[in-house]
């Protein structure tokens, strides 16, 4: 069945700091995948997503590549801000049959000031 | 900004109790979604609808069911709510080729 595994949290790390948050996924075919963002006490809110191999999804100075050989989707961003502070979810949507989206476990990110 | 609505945001209901999570969206999107989310943050899909009329269980095991009469409504309900439904519930929206859409999600306690 379709997977999503990415990097435990709390990621730390003080403002302006460079953020790698890890994420790969096993599925068949040509799954697309997303990076959904978490505020507290909220829904999830799409921040960037990518349909097919080698495209680059791109929001708010996040970027990630889906890469079908390594079956990443690892988000960065150069410089984290203290409003970046929320749970980051990657997420993939197969590309037959039931297409719910499948997530990851989340990585609660925390920038201090 | 994403036409889906959650209502209650909270709720805290006694133990026995039937109760009704709702669920609309104004973006005529055929497919929609009820996840749970633990305290642990992982989301699990509970229902999912095709279109009207159309819903089926999903990945986890879930005592609530759902109706999906209208193409923008899709309540949730629990006919004898129990303190293991403690949790939060999250509806989502989307088509064929969209991204999904959530809701601010309802935090339902039970005593």
């Known amino acids: 069945g379709n997977s999503v595994t990415q990097m435990e949290g709390p990621v730390t790390l003080s403002e302006e700091a460079f953020l790698t948050i890890n994420c790969t996924y096993t599925a068949t075919g040509y799954p697309s995948l997303f990076w959904y963002v978490q505020y507290p006490g909220e829904g999830l809110q799409l921040l960037l997503k990518a349909t097919k191999a080698d495209d680059k999804g791109s929001n708010k100075g996040f970027e990630a590549t889906y890469r079908k050989e390594t079956t990443s989707f690892h988000l960065e961003k150069g410089s984290v801000q203290v409003s970046d502070s929320a749970v980051y979810f990657c997420?993939?949507?197969?590309?037959?049959?039931?297409?719910?989206?499948?997530f990851g476990s989340g990585t609660r990110l925390q920038v201090q000031p | 900004e994403a036409d889906i609505y959650q209502t209650p945001r909270y709720l805290v209901i006694g133990t026995g109790k039937k109760i009704t999570l709702e669920c609309s969206q104004t973006?005529?999107?055929?497919?929609m979604y009820w996840y749970q989310q633990d305290p642990g943050m992982e989301l699990h899909l509970i229902h999912y609808?095709?279109?009207?009329?159309?819903?089926e269980k999903g990945d986890l095991s879930s005592e609530s069911t759902v109706s999906r009469i209208r193409t923008e409504h899709f309540p949730l309900t629990l006919e004898s709510a129990r303190p293991s439904h403690t949790s939060q519930y999250l509806c989502a929206s989307s088509t064929s080729n969209t991204e999904a859409f959530f809701g601010q999600g309802t935090r339902l306690t039970v005593v």
């Open positions: 609808s095709y279109g009207v009329n159309s819903t």
């Open positions: 997420a993939l949507r197969p590309d037959t049959g039931r297409r719910a989206l499948t």
């Open positions: 973006m005529g999107h055929d497919k």
